[in-house]
């Protein structure tokens, strides 16, 4: 039985590569069948439902934190740097103050005090300008959304991507997936992404940028010879595309929906069809 | 001789002056009395200029002196070549006023420090490499199963996407920015043309 199993699979690895049997259809009785019916029938081009599916990614918006080495390392050339240079203007002006106040502590008391306190030494300007900068306050690194973990918005996790994912009901089960279409003959792959987004996204308030013609990643969905023979095809096959979030989302989107950064990704999406969509997403640490 | 002919004159003209004479002579021996307007010689008349001569030649001086102006400002409008910039003479002189007295402390750190720059910096390019070997693998291989499954397809998705280029990107900044945030407008030089 287990040499039996092992010569097919071997022989569909042959067929075709990339094959990857989807979680939802598989348990262990259904799949020796399936190999055993594409052996017995010895199909050579296998039909292929097409879909397209959309991976729309809200970009990084500020930098993530230097790594310890990263600070050394500027640390080190911040020193050099000011060691080789010449000294500015303002750094002129304090030594000469130094030098009046230094001169001015032997003489007479009286003239010093009203020289001090005419002259705007280099430290009084300098004092001046932090206190300006300590008055600007800059937007925070970790939003409101970051902690309360509000998976339907765009403002969390700044510093890293967030891909967009729906829910799916199908035969009484949810799972969360990228938004797809079918593909409708008449119409380019292209096209069919643009339209699973414009199902799931307001486009006209919100911009957003495919990343070419060309799709990005590939997963295939084996059907059950139960449900091959009424549809018509031995599987499907969701093309990825990718495209970048140009505006801000708040409400953008009716459907359920998750903006989810890679950690939680692992948590939503099926393994075999994360394996898929990760091959194309860029690392992150 | 000299005073017995000053007074022969005398009576000369004092018997002239008893009869009804006149005379531009006064003086003996020629009784001539001249002033500087008649010694010098009289004035030539001026002709009138034609008044388009005048326009002219003002114009021709006008012309010249703007091209000479022209000519020197082409001159500042070129750059120099940077072999020939130099510090500003002021800057020159003080430079030695500006130079600092400190040196390096622990040189021994600063070399551990770029050893383990240099590592972490090789293992980043390996693993961008990778990533850019995966996900271009990952589009290859799509690539192909879709040519397996329709060729016009294919050719439709290899089309080169004009929109896409030229592409550009805002990078990300070290703080995100402030929602309502009164932008003032900096310090600019107005270059509104003015027309005459």
Known sequence: MFSFRFRAIANLLTLKNGVSLSNVYQNPQSSSRMLYGSLSTTNPSPKWELLSAICLERTPIIMPPMAKIEEEMADMFQKLDTMKSLKSDHELKQDEDKKVIASLAGENQDESNTDVATRQTAQDFEDACNEELSKFKPGSKITAEDLNGDLKSTNRKLDKHLVFVVQEKKEGKKIWKLPHAQWISGETLRETAERALKEHVKTPDTSVRLLGNAPWGVHTIKYPSSIREKVGFTGAKIFFFKAQLLSACTTCSDTEHHWLGRNELTEYLDPQYLRSVQKFLIDED | ?196
């Open chain 2, 1 to 196: 001789m000299n005073s017995l002919i000053r007074k022969m004159s005398m009576v000369i003209t004092e018997s002239l002056m008893s009869q009804r004479t006149i005379c531009t002579n006064i003086r003996f021996p020629t009784f001539l009395q001249v002033s500087s307007p008649l010694l010098a010689e009289p004035m030539k008349k001026k002709k009138k200029m034609d008044p388009q001569i005048i326009k002219a030649r003002e114009e021709r001086k006008r012309k010249r002196i703007e091209k000479s102006i022209k000519k020197l400002e082409k001159n500042t409008k070129q750059l120099k070549p940077i072999e020939e910039i130099d510090w500003p003479i002021s800057l020159q002189k003080q430079k030695l006023l500006r130079e600092r007295t400190e040196t390096i402390s622990q040189p021994q750190q600063g070399q551990d420090i770029l050893k383990a720059w240099r590592s972490y910096k090789y293992q980043q390019s390996l693993q961008e490499t990778k990533m850019i070997d995966r996900i271009s693998s990952s589009q290859l291989q799509a690539l192909e199963q879709l040519r397996a499954i329709s060729e016009d397809l294919y050719i439709k998705a290899i089309q080169m996407d004009d929109l896409l280029l030229p592409f550009t990107a805002a990078g990300p900044s070290s703080t995100p920015p402030i929602i309502g945030y009164d932008v003032l407008d900096g310090e600019y030089i107005d270059e509104t043309p003015k027309w005459k």
